[in-house]
């Protein structure tokens, strides 16, 4: 017998370590791997690919949080932060149902669902491996800088015709958001060497001082981060850098410094140069900084205008540029009409969440930052609580959380705080006495497997095959192919049809091969899906062709309420009153267009202004 049970413990002992072994493979390629993904056959190719990658990699990796679980002889317990989290994804689950008049499929909507499930695989897989996915989000950071480096060689092409840099991303602001965490965990490293050490229990003289290599390779990962010219990135770090100083000095130390009179001058200095360059950030392009304002500023309105519950999960697209057409009509003389723009992010994440969740989705997120942030400064958890802090700083000019790999790292920082967190909801030992309750569990967690891979292979499936039609429709409208465009966006599932980027060209090729009726249905359900300038003008001359000139008249000045420094609307708008005889009205606009400032000159900005003053010329 004895025999027997050392032969059945080396066996267990193996096939822990196998589990280990795969599950940190997996981590590696989910945290590390993952923002390489890239897939020109499908439309968004840097996104979609993503996360069916990433529904894809779940699926082994859901078998093997199992493993682990069954195999752990420790105890199981629920902390106050993995309920909150669950009530945050739950929440955003069913105001996305409820709140919303949009269809409930979208991309954020799946891989907010599957940001659920790998929040719960990594509390499974156990303490001894969350050190290690902190190791992988500093690889990946690694990995994407020298993307980008190499794409700055023209080793690579980018991602995006108007950038060079944008790494593994559809444009360098992502990039900047996603290095953000590893440049963060890499200073941690370096300004607390001794105290990295101390954790691991290592001897200061027994490894090799790794401080200057780590050095030498937070510089490159800031010069690309310079590089992408991410304004949002360098004020996070530069702040970030400033809360490390002083959580490394104490206060007396501090001021008993300030006392010499070159340190003083010294700080003064640097405080001044401080504010210029923050000040200079701002100037550095003045227009989008403005343009955030403006965005800010039409985002407050839709907060007080669905003050409790938000506008629904993903749906801040679907309403902001009809908020914004509100705006200017009644602000027409508005300074920030110059730089109104199509949006689709709010630049700002807790105002976007609150426009979406409204108060009881800020008091649930509240809830949760404040139990993550007062976890106990155990081992790296310092680390990764400024990291945190620093996609926070980040997101209040940007949108990292519509972003992947940035919101996995974000998840993956919350679930390794939880393994620390000394608020326990509820705790399952392992005995005797509780074997009714650990079969319950893990009966309820198989059955959670089992969804998980139901879910995640059969919506990776549907990605991946009708993300592939979308392009290959795409492809060919703007080919010209006009019979086979419209033959393949038909074979697309009406669920998918959520989105104005597939919508608007389905609905112009309708348009050019006459079926108006059919086309102005899918305008329309472009306009409630995601609205913006582009829609309303396609709308308007859809209801033109139609015959519905007040309707058609409304559509154009809804878009040129939404960008009023734009010509096209206003010369839609003008060549509809010309078909309709309105000379009186067409000249009052055609006057208008004469006086109105060109933004960014075109050959089509010139053509509307020669048309309109050739016809002026003839009616007067």
Not at 361 to 368: D, E, K, M, N
Not at 548 to 570: G, Q, R
Request: aromatic share 14%; charged share 15%.
């Amino acid at each position: 017998m004895n025999i027997l049970s050392v032969k059945w413990s080396i066996a267990l002992i193996k096939q822990v370590n196998l589990t280990n072994t795969v599950a940190m493979v997996l981590l590696f390629v989910v945290l590390a791997l993952l923002p390489l993904s890239y897939n020109k056959e499908l439309f968004y190719e840097t996104e979609s690919i993503k996360t069916i990658h990433f529904l894809i990699l779940l699926i082994p990796l859901s078998i093997v949080a199992f493993l682990k679980h069954i195999q752990r002889n420790s105890n199981t317990k629920l902390t106050k932060i993995d309920l909150t989290f669950g009530l945050f994804i739950f929440y955003l689950l069913i105001n996305k149902k409820l709140m919303g008049d949009t269809p409930i499929f979208s991309i954020q909507y799946v891989e907010l669902i599957s940001l659920g499930f790998y929040y719960l695989f990594i509390r499974l897989l156990g303490d001894e491996l969350r050190h290690k996915a902190l190791l992988f989000i500093i690889i990946g950071g690694f990995i994407q800088a020298l993307y980008g480096q190499a794409q700055i060689l023209g080793l690579v092409s980018s991602n995006h015709s108007l950038f060079k840099v944008t790494g593994g991303f559809f444009n360098p602001g992502p990039l900047a958001g996603y290095l953000l965490s590893s440049i963060i965990l890499i200073l941690w490293l370096i300004i607390n060497k001794e105290n990295f050490k101390r954790n691991l229990g290592i001897a200061s003289k027994s490894i090799p001082d790794y401080t200057f290599g780590l050095f030498l390779i937070i510089l490159f990962m800031i010069a690309i981060l310079i590089s992408t010219h991410s304004r949002a990135g360098i004020f996070s770090i530069f702040t970030i850098g400033l809360i490390m100083f002083y959580q490394k000095q104490s206060c007396d130390h501090l001021f008993k410094r300030l006392k010499n009179k070159k340190t003083f001058t010294g700080i003064v200095l640097f405080s001044f140069l401080s504010i210029v360059a923050l000040v200079s950030l701002y100037f550095f392009n003045l227009n989008s900084a403005d343009g955030r304002f403006l965005i800010w500023k039409v985002s407050k309105s839709m907060i007080s205008d669905n003050i409790l519950f938000g506008v629904g999960f993903d749906n801040f697209r679907a309403y902001y540029m009809n908020a914004q057409a509100l705006f200017f009509e009644a602000n027409p003389t508005s300074k920030f009409s110059w730089v109104a723009d199509d949006v689709e992010y709010g630049f700002n994440e807790p105002l976007t969440y609150v426009v979406e969740q409204g108060m009881i989705g800020a008091v649930i997120v509240s809830t949760l930052f404040y139990q993550v942030i007062n976890t106990p400064n155990l081992q790296f958890n310092q680390a990764v609580k400024l990291s945190l802090l620093g996609i926070l700083i980040f997101s209040l000019f940007s949108y990292p959380l519509q972003i992947l790999p940035v919101k996995l790292n974000v998840v993956t920082f919350i679930a390794v705080l939880a393994f620390d967190s000394k608020e326990v909801f509820l705790q399952f030992e392992r005995t005797k006495q509780s074997k009714p309750i650990s079969h319950l569990t893990t009966s309820l967690l198989l059955i959670a497997i089992q969804f998980s891979i139901f879910f995640h292979i059969d919506h990776s499936r549907f990605i991946a095959n009708n993300y592939k039609k979308w392009k290959i429709a795409f492809s060919a409208y703007q080919g010209g192919d006009l019979h086979h465009s419209i033959t393949t966006f038909e074979s697309i599932p009406k669920i998918l049809l959520t989105d104005s980027k597939l919508l608007l060209p389905y609905a112009k090729a309708l348009e050019r091969t006459n079926e108006n009726q059919k086309s102005n249905l899918y305008l329309q359900m472009a306009m409630i899906n995601g609205n913006n300038s582009l829609v309303m003008n396609s709308l308007g001359k859809s209801y033109q062709n139609l015959g519905m000139y007040e309707l058609a008249e409304e559509s154009y000045m809804i878009a040129e309420n939404m960008i009023p420094h734009k010509l096209y609307p206003k010369y839609q708008r003008f060549l509809l009153y010309e078909e309709l005889g309105q000379d009186s009205l067409a000249k009052n606009l055609a006057i208008k267009i004469m006086q109105m400032p060109v933004k960014i000159e075109s050959p089509a900005s010139v053509e509307i202004k020669e048309k309109v003053e050739k016809w002026l010329a003839e009616v007067n």
